[in-house]
Nanobody
């Protein structure tokens, strides 16, 4: 069982920044793969960022160069630094997790089976 708690969302103007956090608690957490997703009203949930077991990061094209995923293993926390935010970044942001011996850095929601409650990000123009 994996429990995920996101925080850090809010309302910002276009061009602003936010940092999202996802605190994870799990049995054998070293085998947990995590990623960030978002879902805008009326749209499907989409992958935003994830990291594979080799440390390589994977980003959606729409956020490359603006968002950075990172983690603090000592705190069991995943972060998403979001810079140069745009109105189209407005969405509910979710942290996702799955137990796996190898993290592929997948941005497919079907790879993950644990989800946090989400944190809202609203960007105004």
């Amino acid at each position: 069982q994996v429990q995920l708690v996101e925080s850090g969302g809010g309302s910002v103007q276009s061009g602003g920044s936010l940092r999202l956090s996802c605190a994870a608690s799990a049995y054998m957490i070293s085998y947990v793969c995590m990623g960030w997703f978002r879902q805008a009203p009326g749209k499907e949930r989409e992958g935003v960022a994830a990291t594979n077991s080799d440390g390589r990061t994977n980003y959606a094209d729409s956020v490359k160069g603006r968002f950075t995923i990172s983690s603090d293993n000592a705190k069991n926390t995943l972060y998403l630094q979001m810079n140069s935010l745009k109105p189209e970044d407005t969405a509910m942001y979710y942290c996702a997790a799955v137990y796996s011996s190898y993290c592929s850095g997948s941005l497919s929601r079907r790879f993950y089976n644990y989800w946090g409650q989400g944190t809202q990000v609203t960007v105004s123009s």
